[in-house]
């Protein structure tokens, strides 16, 4: 990897960000308060403001979940969402404080893993997702002599994980009936709140009438949630006790809405991105008219062409999707960008960029490359290049390779040029 290449993470754009969220949930509902199913106490909960949950699993997003879980903790999240053991191992042996969800259906937890002294502690919470997973963490409790905060998972319409309705209802009363087991929490999740307000509003309703169904199971300080991000963008009626924050952290979200009615949409828009990924030129050659670039030589030089090399491939998590559609951002000695489209198939390590176009004078070996910008504008927007490559946001992020330094920065290390950056590239890592 090229001493230039690096993932910046802005911490500050994760505070800014979560302050975002908060004021979302704290605003008021709009008037007139839709009207509750059934009028259960489960069913509107509306006397205190939603926390948060912030999402980090694979591995905050690829952005380090140990160090943006740090900044999180001193912010006073609520509680964080992990999905494997490992990943929740990786927040206990940081020293992170802040109870722990882990969505996996969990089977075992041994004494002498580090997990035992969360879960002795009450800070690691299980989830529960059908019969067999029950079974396993009453075992777990039981033998470990230790009472677990638990959350219900109510499949609702994702049909991905947790148990349908009929079957959920067994398990709150199982989990009621166990002396060690708590009831810390019930969640469902919603499969279509970035693109369908209907499927949002039918899962919404179908969760709403079952917590009214079961009302006198749920405890009073159990905690209802249901909102992802695009969730608790969406409608304030979907907050509940608690909303499950991931991409809205990193600072995306409203541009992948795919439907209007968005409650908090002017809200999404001050998100502010918390990663770029930068790079610089190693080689830069120049080729005739008609010569064919990269692998299967699927583009070809109408002209005589200035070929930049930038050692970035899919092996750095650059999508081949990207191969002659993605764009990346070049500094100039005045700290502007121009941009450059990629041409070529993207390759291992590598990818070529036209530079045909740059100011005159401005070409050179080490020229810095910001390969995914965080400017929502421009072309090498981490949304934008998702499009093009016919993929998400979300994976985007987390195929970013491990090999791949991350430095965090403070904000004035965030606009301090890329030129200058190059020369100070011992900025705190992971």
Request: charged share 25%.
């Given at each position: 990897?090229?001493?230039?290449?690096?993932?910046?993470?802005?911490?500050?754009?994760?505070?800014?960000?979560v302050?975002?969220?908060?004021?979302?949930?704290?605003?008021?509902?709009?008037?007139?308060?839709?009207?509750?199913?059934?009028?259960?106490?489960?069913?509107?909960?509306?006397?205190?403001?939603?926390?948060?949950?912030?999402?980090?699993?694979?591995?905050?997003?690829?952005?380090?979940?140990?160090?943006?879980?740090?900044?999180?903790?001193?912010?006073?999240v609520?509680?964080m969402?992990?999905?494997?053991?490992?990943?929740?191992?990786?927040?206990?042996?940081?020293?992170?404080?802040?109870?722990?969800?882990m969505?996996?259906?969990?089977?075992?937890i041994?004494?002498?893993?580090?997990?035992?002294?969360?879960?002795?502690?009450?800070?690691?919470h299980?989830?529960?997702?059908?019969?067999?997973?029950?079974?396993?963490?009453?075992?777990i409790?039981?033998r470990?002599?230790?009472?677990?905060?638990?959350?219900?998972?109510?499949?609702?319409?994702?049909?991905?994980?947790?148990?349908l309705?009929g079957?959920?209802?067994?398990?709150?009363?199982?989990i009621?009936?166990?002396?060690?087991?708590?009831?810390?929490?019930?969640?469902?999740?919603?499969?279509?709140?970035?693109?369908?307000?209907?499927?949002?509003?039918?899962?919404?309703?179908?969760?709403?009438?079952?917590?009214?169904?079961?009302?006198?199971?749920?405890?009073?300080?159990?905690?209802?949630?249901?909102a992802?991000?695009?969730?608790?963008?969406?409608?304030?009626?979907?907050?509940?006790?608690?909303?499950?924050?991931?991409?809205?952290l990193?600072?995306?979200?409203?541009?992948?809405f795919?439907?209007?009615?968005?409650?908090?949409?002017?809200?999404?828009?001050?998100?502010?991105?918390?990663c770029?990924?930068?790079?610089?030129?190693?080689?830069?050659?120049?080729?005739?008219?008609?010569?064919?670039?990269?692998?299967?030589?699927?583009?070809?030089?109408?002209r005589?062409?200035?070929?930049?090399?930038?050692?970035v491939?899919?092996?750095?998590?650059?999508?081949?999707?990207?191969?002659?559609?993605?764009?990346?951002?070049?500094?100039?000695?005045?700290?502007?960008?121009v941009?450059?489209?990629?041409?070529?198939?993207?390759s291992?390590?590598?990818?070529?960029i036209?530079?045909t176009?740059?100011?005159?004078?401005?070409?050179?070996?080490?020229?810095?490359?910001?390969?995914?910008?965080?400017?929502?504008?421009?072309?090498?927007?981490?949304?934008?290049?998702?499009?093009?490559?016919?993929?998400?946001?979300?994976?985007?992020?987390c195929?970013?390779?491990?090999?791949?330094?991350?430095?965090?920065?403070?904000?004035e290390?965030?606009?301090?040029?890329?030129?200058?950056?190059?020369?100070?590239?011992?900025?705190?890592?992971?």
């Amino acid at each position: 990897m090229a001493i230039g290449t690096r993932i910046e993470i802005d911490l500050t754009a994760v505070e800014h960000n979560v302050g975002v969220v908060r004021r979302v949930l704290e605003a008021p509902p709009p008037p007139p308060h839709p009207p509750t199913t059934g009028g259960c106490c489960q069913s509107d909960r509306t006397g205190k403001h939603a926390g948060i949950c912030a999402v980090v699993k694979a591995d905050g997003y690829c952005l380090g979940a140990a160090r943006v879980a740090k900044r999180l903790s001193m912010l006073g999240v609520e509680m964080m969402a992990v999905y494997t053991p490992n990943e929740a191992r990786v927040l206990v042996e940081a020293a992170i404080q802040t109870p722990i969800l882990m969505l996996l259906p969990v089977r075992e937890i041994e004494r002498s893993d580090a997990l035992y002294r969360a879960a002795w502690g009450g800070r690691l919470h299980l989830s529960i997702h059908d019969k067999d997973n029950f079974s396993a963490v009453c075992d777990i409790a039981d033998r470990l002599g230790i009472a677990v905060p638990v959350h219900l998972a109510v499949d609702t319409g994702m049909s991905r994980g947790g148990a349908l309705p009929g079957e959920a209802g067994a398990l709150l009363k199982g989990i009621r009936a166990h002396r060690r087991l708590r009831l810390a929490g019930v969640y469902t999740h919603l499969a279509s709140a970035d693109c369908s307000t209907a499927q949002t509003t039918e899962q919404h309703g179908v969760f709403r009438e079952w917590l009214c169904a079961h009302d006198e199971l749920i405890p009073g300080e159990t905690i209802v949630h249901e909102a992802n991000t695009f969730g608790a963008l969406r409608s304030h009626g979907c907050h509940g006790d608690m909303v499950r924050i991931g991409l809205g952290l990193y600072g995306y979200g409203w541009e992948e809405f795919a439907e209007g009615d968005f409650e908090f949409e002017s809200a999404a828009r001050e998100l502010k991105p918390a990663c770029r990924w930068v790079s610089q030129v190693v080689q830069v050659k120049r080729i005739p008219e008609g010569s064919r670039v990269g692998y299967g030589g699927t583009w070809s030089a109408g002209r005589e062409t200035l070929i930049g090399v930038v050692p970035v491939g899919y092996a750095s998590g650059y999508p081949m999707g990207l191969a002659n559609k993605g764009h990346v951002g070049l500094e100039l000695r005045d700290g502007s960008r121009v941009y450059a489209p990629v041409v070529g198939r993207v390759s291992m390590d590598q990818i070529c960029i036209d530079m045909t176009d740059v100011p005159a004078g401005e070409v050179e070996v080490d020229m810095p490359v910001e390969v995914y910008g965080a400017d929502p504008g421009a072309p090498n927007h981490i949304p934008a290049l998702a499009e093009r490559a016919g993929t998400i946001t979300h994976e985007l992020l987390c195929r970013l390779s491990a090999r791949i330094p991350r430095v965090y920065v403070a904000v004035e290390e965030a606009r301090r040029s890329d030129r200058d950056a190059l020369k100070h590239v011992d900025v705190t890592q992971r």
